[in-house]
């Protein structure tokens, strides 16, 4: 049963800590996606890979947001310093081909920055 | 902005019952339109999808409809199991040179379905 694997699973930290989640996608998928979460802004974009390479990072903000995909299984999302406006539940979501739509996504992180 | 967005945020429904979730769109390019359903504590998960050029598609339990002189998405649930309790996520995507597609998600409408 092929799926999305993330961790950690929750994660709770203090204001100016570093954050790192980690995403393992679909074994083959060579698209992978990162969302965030909130109730106000609903599902947002924040930056997507094919074949490791970025393809987008617009929706992510630069100062303190990075993504990167070291090797084809894993693809990390760190923020440093984390702010309590990170609180969110953040997605991973892998996909195959650049015009596939479909996207299957994990199971999230959801971080809780005090 | 171009935006996907739905009508109404809350649905409750009686076991058994058919369910109809409404969307509404705005960018006429879009080519491809999905539905997710969003479990509490999982990511969404793929239901349905259809492209532009279709105004009906059915699966298992679920029929999506779409009315493009209107801009408007439509899932609909037969039999409504309380399985079926999550919230429900219209998405669209227009082929983009170069770039993996993107999708535009709504806000979301959270079906409760009542015993």
């Known amino acids: 049963d092929a799926r999305v694997t993330q961790t950690p699973r929750h994660k709770v930290t203090e204001m100016g800590q570093e954050v790192t989640m980690r995403c393992q996608p679909i074994l083959g998928h060579n698209t992978v996606f990162w969302y965030r979460q909130t109730m106000m802004q609903g599902l947002e974009l924040l930056a997507y890979?094919?074949?490791?390479?970025?393809?987008?990072d617009s929706g992510m903000p630069k100062d303190r947001f990075s993504a990167e995909m070291p090797d084809a299984t894993l693809a990390t999302l760190k923020i440093q310093p984390s702010e309590p406006r990170d609180s969110a539940v953040y997605f991973c979501?892998?996909?195959?081909?650049?015009?596939?739509?479909?996207?299957?996504f994990g199971p999230g992180t959801r971080l809780t920055v005090t | 902005g171009e935006s996907v967005g739905l009508h109404l945020p809350t649905l409750s429904v009686q076991e058994g019952d058919n369910s109809i979730i409404n969307c509404a769109y705005s960018n006429s390019a879009s080519d491809y339109f999905i539905w997710y359903k969003q479990e509490s504590g999982k990511g969404p998960q793929f239901i349905i999808d259809i492209r532009s050029n279709m105004d009906k598609r059915q699966g298992q339990r679920v029929t999506v409809l779409l009315n493009k002189t209107v801009k408007h998405l439509s899932l609909q649930i037969a039999a409504t199991q309380p399985g079926d309790s999550a919230v429900y996520f219209c998405?669209?995507?227009?082929?983009?040179?170069?770039?993996?597609?993107?999708?535009?998600f709504g806000s979301g409408t959270q079906l409760t379905v009542l015993p």
């Open positions: 979501a892998s996909g195959l081909g650049v015009s596939s739509y479909e996207q299957y």
């Open positions: 998405a669209d995507t227009r082929a983009s040179s170069g770039s993996a597609r993107q999708l535009t």
């Open positions: 890979f094919r074949n490791r390479a970025p393809l987008d």
